[in-house]
């Protein structure tokens, strides 16, 4: 028996904002082109692979409410090919040149990868180029991504035990802003849309303007500067307005939020506790993370030691910050172990949550997670991929690429009092959803 | 700034004057990039301990994987205790309590992942000793404390609670019970039973017969040196005793010979887990390896497989289908598989069937094999920017004893198989009709769908550990046999209404295999029958009961009832036995609540006077009766006689079943007439 399949199931598809990192210095050159696309370029020849990457600025958080899960759907019929690359094909490039290809997608980009021998970057500048300007957007794709994306809601969601885990808090933790649905969003509105409005969501946000060309790995930057140039420079600035919601719509939650769910597919219950946290720009991120390794990044990290391992009253308990653009959640869960009671698990979750904010945590403890963090920010940058997405997503979303190099200094900043105050400042009550989540048949919920 | 766009503009165009793009085509490659090996060093200690050093110097950390190549061991009805000994590794020393061993981990950022077949260990560099003295305390001085063993059976219940509503588990689990059975390792699986009879001495036996040195090895990778090692090496794990390892000897499993599905019921599921499996004989390194590798490749391996291509993009039935065909020392496996949407299960299972027919008996096409070729080639080169990955070859270079140079001559070997290669392989690899279907889904909405791909048409249930699942539901407080019977006769008109019918007569067609026949029947009361067959232009047969003799005669042999069958034949000329079980002498036990055709039917047990079985389905819905089967035995064979009621239509008061599916054939009644005074002469017998 696989002894993390709870994890996998817990968090589904999740993307938790990885710790970005130090370890060696990562050398880059970054610059825009004419149609507003930011390229960033590093050079490593430790083996023979070039990572290529776009990353677009557009997430389930840019989605019409009445159109939920546009975003990750175009993830899916950004596959479809082009009027040069054949229905189906986009893939067939991709393995025939012997490399690797995936995209993801979250509230806030959509973010496309492929790993490729070095001698066929130009293969992949033309793939992506062809994706970013004129896409197959037809009825055909449409109504097969259409299937596939239902299969793969019920196969993450439905059908997963805990798996509308992420849905049923962002639900009750958001009013107003988008973060309120999830990135897989409604079979409903995609059922109902009309192929020209998907013909228009690419024409708004798959433009350059809207995007990061990120390659890593093996190559020669004066030569990749015109090998970018040539398939991308002739990509039409996107001319439409692009709809982003404002960071600051959402007022406090104001009051304790306390329901229950159930899930028909799961056997023993969770309680979880999602308190709202600011945006992962906030100077304040880091010390949310490193509270959350407090709870529990190692096996003798409170919630571990204390829940799973001494009292035996949890399965798994584990917190984590899940930091977006705009917004977050921090974000505290326990799986109940057999014939415990839900109400006992939350009191001694409750127990947790006050010793954070109610005294320092020791110097061991303090000395613990700073090894954590300086361990993670030097693996953080393994291999030519993780670097490509970190330096990505560092100006997509901190507008400062170096942040790979200086994110590491940022969490030694930390102090222990500011731990403590972070606890202090965000996990109350009235910033909180408490989520009873039970064994039993789905009711109507969201 | 319309200046400065406009110079930028202009700056390109000098530069990319001679790029006129075509757009039109895939770009051609570069030269191809020497794919190099990284290199390792190796030592074996005194004790027999084999350590293999990658070093790579990129990053200022480094990781031990420890690995015990024993062999496997069969479990049984203790099946749990090799990963519960796993679990335990780690959870106290004789000089360490857990806690203590997670703090000093913890410390120093180290990751630490004890397990069944060994560990796993990485920290910084500048850790590196701290951590070899706790990675060599764990395994060297286990001290399985009984407070941690009583934890981890805890945990491991916990667990296999989750297992119940886990289709990936659940479909892992049939498919060992199905594939490999109970007397082999890799048919073990733990259930409540199997975990309460676990002790703690049979986790320490476990570790005194399999962990020892002379069977192990130790990975080290990243920024050391052999130099460096060598002695960390001796001092941490040279004093590891050597042992005698446990020798086990395997009867592998082989493939069913025909297909058969094997299925957990999920009711309310939207999605079906679908598994086609059997055992194959393939080994890392063995002759069919790469050939095997570019075969699943093509048929499933990902994206570009033909099983993703047809399920998902084609027809959108699932999010991904796959196939693997997995490499072992022991017994590997066949596995194709995909999650599907609930209403195209069997549009989905005859995909899968075409696909692996279209591979086995047309073979692969030239440039698929090439582009198979490329993306195994190029998934190697990929595989290579993790310095494990060298460690990893170089272990399976000894335990597999491989060829020193194997995997220097990789790509060489993998571009050399040809298609005929891979067509042999798809023959010997991928069989049409020798797989168990796994089904982790909804039995009401799909059984009758999915029966077809069964041979027998018999699809076995198990629950989610893979031990045969109990068929029937209990049935609500307050329900018996004699309140399902009492709601069957109120249901077709009341005792009142059936009193007041003396006879009836009805006629229909059976639509048989050979052709259409005539069909009669006769009832008065109490208990005389007569029922006819007619095939124009053939002739007939007869089976008349008179009240206390019978007779069968015409076109299927003539012959008189014997005893046993006179006291049955009054059973079943009654019109409706349910009754009066008294005056048909028979017996009545309420199993439980089956489902028919994914209706839930109350099912009933009858015992005829002469012993006979017979049981029958009556709906929880309408309390109508939907089916009968009753055992039959002739010249001391059994056989089943299935008969199924639809279609129930009033005649004098009464409802009858106008359509009835027999083992002759469908049998559709036009008309009954009720009370014409039938003769008794009707009933004579010749």
């Not at chain 1, 057999?338 to 303090?366: C, P, W, Y």
């Not at chain 2, 706790?134 to 009583?150: G, H, K, R, T, V």
């Not at chain 2, 007569?530 to 053939?538: C, D, V």
Request: hydrophobic share 35%; proline share 4%; net charge negative.
């Amino acid at each position: 028996m696989n002894k993390n399949f709870l994890a996998l199931g817990f968090l589904g598809s999740v993307s938790i904002a990885g710790v970005l990192a130090q370890g060696p210095q990562i050398k880059f050159e970054e610059y825009d082109l004419p149609n507003g696309l930011h390229v960033i370029l590093h050079e490593d020849h430790t083996v023979p692979l070039v990572a290529v990457t776009v990353n677009y600025h557009v997430g389930s958080k840019n989605e019409n409410p009445e159109r939920t899960g546009f975003a990750h759907f175009f993830e899916h019929l950004m596959f479809e090919g082009s009027p040069n690359i054949k229905r189906g094909e986009f893939f067939k490039y991709i393995s025939n040149a012997g490399g690797d290809n995936n995209a993801y997608t979250t509230q806030d980009q959509t973010f496309y990868h492929e790993l490729l021998p070095s001698n066929q970057l130009e293969l992949g500048l033309w793939l992506e180029s062809e994706r970013m300007l004129h896409a197959l957007v037809e009825d055909i794709g449409v109504n097969t991504q259409r299937e596939v994306v239902k299969e793969e809601k019920r196969l993450r969601v439905d059908n997963q035990p805990y798996g509308r885990f992420i849905t049923e808090i962002f639900v009750r933790a958001f009013k107003v802003h988008p973060y309120r649905w999830a990135p897989i969003g409604s079979m409903d509105h995609l059922n109902a849309a009309a192929l020209s409005e998907f013909i228009d969501f690419y024409k708004t946000f798959y433009v350059p303007n809207n995007a990061v060309l990120c390659l890593t790995g093996d190559i020669d930057i004066a030569k990749t500067k015109l090998l970018v140039e040539k398939y991308f420079k002739d990509i039409p600035k996107g001319t439409k307005e692009i709809p982003r919601p404002k960071a600051d719509s959402e007022p406090p939650l104001g009051k304790e939020v306390r329901d229950t769910v159930y899930d028909e597919f799961i056997q023993l219950p969770a309680v979880i506790f999602a308190y709202r946290i600011p945006s992962l720009t906030s100077p304040d991120y880091y010390a949310l993370q490193m509270m959350s390794s407090v709870l529990s990044g190692g096996a003798s990290s409170r919630m571990n030691k204390e829940l799973v391992d001494k009292q035996q009253k949890a399965l798994q308990a584990f917190s984590f910050s899940y930091a977006l653009e705009d917004a977050g959640l921090f974000i505290s869960a326990a799986i109940v172990g057999a014939g415990v009671d839900v109400n006992e698990m939350e009191k001694l979750m409750q127990i947790e949550v006050d010793r954070m904010k109610n005294e320092l945590i020791s110097e061991t403890e303090f000395n613990k997670i700073r090894t954590q963090m300086e361990t993670q920010s030097v693996s953080a940058n393994e291999g030519v991929m993780g670097v490509a997405t970190n330096l990505s997503n560092a100006y997509v979303f901190n507008k400062n690429t170096n942040l790979v190099n200086t994110e590491l200094d940022n969490y030694l900043k930390v102090t222990r009092d500011d731990i403590k105050r972070v606890a202090s400042q965000y996990l109350v009550k009235e910033n909180r959803v408490v989520l009873f989540y039970m064994a039993g048949k789905k009711t109507s919920g969201q | 700034m319309k200046k400065f766009i406009c110079s930028t503009v202009l700056a390109f165009l000098v530069i990319t004057n001679y790029a006129q793009v075509d757009r039109s085509k895939a770009p051609e490659a570069g030269p191809a990039p020497k794919i190099t090996l990284g290199k390792y060093e190796s030592f074996t200690l005194k004790n027999g301990l084999k350590v293999i050093v990658v070093e790579n110097h990129k990053l200022p950390k480094v990781s031990y994987s420890l690995v015990v190549d024993a062999d496997p061991t069969l479990e049984g009805n203790k099946a749990g205790y090799v990963s519960m000994f796993g679990e335990m590794l780690g959870r106290g020393t004789k000089t360490r309590t857990k806690i203590q061993i997670d703090e000093e981990a913890d410390l120093i950022g180290a990751t630490l992942n004890p397990n069944a077949g060994g560990i796993y260990a990485g920290c910084l560099k500048k850790y590196n000793e701290k951590l070899l003295e706790l990675m060599s305390d764990i395994i060297l001085n286990p001290s399985f404390p009984q407070e941690e063993f009583d934890k981890v059976v805890k945990r491991t219940r916990d667990g296999l609670e989750t297992v119940k509503t886990d289709v990936g588990a659940i479909a892992a689990n049939l498919t060992a019970t199905t594939v490999y059975g109970k007397n082999h390792p890799y048919g073990d699986v733990e259930t409540d039973s199997t975990v309460s009879n676990i002790t703690l001495q049979d986790l320490k036996d476990y570790y005194a017969k399999n962990f020892m040195p002379n069977v192990s090895y130790i990975a080290i990778v990243g920024d050391i040196t052999k130099a460096e090692a060598q002695p960390l090496m001796e001092k941490y794990f040279g004093g590891w005793v050597k042992g005698t390892p446990a020798k086990v000897k395997l009867t592998n499993p082989t493939p069913p010979a025909n297909p058969e599905i094997i299925m957990n019921d999920r009711a309310g599921s939207k999605q079906t887990t679908l598994r086609f499996v059997y055992p194959v004989q393939n080994t890392v390194g063995g002759e069919d390896y790469l050939k095997v590798r570019l075969l699943n490749t093509i048929l499933g391996g990902g994206a570009t497989g033909r099983l993703f291509m047809t399920l998902r993009e084609k027809h959108g039935y699932t999010y991904g289908a796959y196939s693997s065909i997995s490499a072992d020392e022991n017994v590997g496996q066949f596995t194709a598989s995909a999650d599907v949407r609930t209403e195209v299960t069997d549009s989905a299972i005859y995909q899968f069937i075409s696909e692996f027919n279209k591979i086995s008996t047309g073979g692969v096409t030239v440039p698929e094999l090439q582009s198979a070729k490329n993306e195994l080639t190029g998934s190697f080169a990929i595989g290579l920017e993790d310095p494990q990955t060298v460690a990893r070859f170089a272990i399976n270079i000894d335990m597999y004893k491989l060829p020193k140079d194997y995997y220097e001559n990789y790509l060489t070997n993998l571009n050399a198989v040809t298609i005929e290669d891979v067509n042999a392989a798809a023959v010997k690899y991928v069989l049409p009709f020798n797989y168990h279907i796994i089904v982790v889904g909804d039995r009401a909405a799909i059984e009758k769908k999915i029966l077809k791909y069964d041979t027998d048409k018999k699809i076995t249930f198990l629950d989610p550990f893979g031990y045969p699942a109990p068929e029937l539901k209990a049935v609500p407080e307050g329900v018996t046999a004699q309140t399902v019977m009492d709601n069957y006769i109120a249901a077709v008109g009341g005792k009142d209404a059936i009193s007041k019918i003396k006879d009836a007569t009805a006629t229909g067609k059976v639509s048989a295999m050979f052709g259409q026949m005539e069909y009669k029947q006769i009832n008065k009361y109490p208990n005389k029958q007569y029922i006819s067959f007619t095939i124009p232009s053939m002739g007939s047969q007869e089976i008349i009961f008179n009240g206390t003799a019978g007779k069968s005669a015409g076109l299927g042999g003539d012959y008189a009832y014997d005893e046993k069958m006179v006291k049955d034949a009054n059973a079943d000329a009654m019109f409706a036995y349910e009754l009066d079980l008294t005056t048909a002498g028979m017996q009545a036990t309420l199993l439980g609540i089956d489902l028919v055709e994914g209706k839930d039917a109350y099912k009933i047990e009858f015992i005829y006077p002469s012993g006979k079985k017979s049981y029958s389905w009556y709906s929880t819905k309408n309390n109508l009766k939907i089916r009968t089967l009753t055992i039959e035995e002739t010249n001391g064979e059994q056989s089943e006689q299935i008969f199924v009621y639809s279609d129930y239509k009033d005649a004098g008061g009464v409802l009858y079943p106008y359509y009835v599916k027999t083992p002759n054939g469908d049998l559709v009644i036009e008309k009954i007439d009720v009370n014409t005074n039938v003769s008794d002469d009707a009933f004579k017998i010749k």
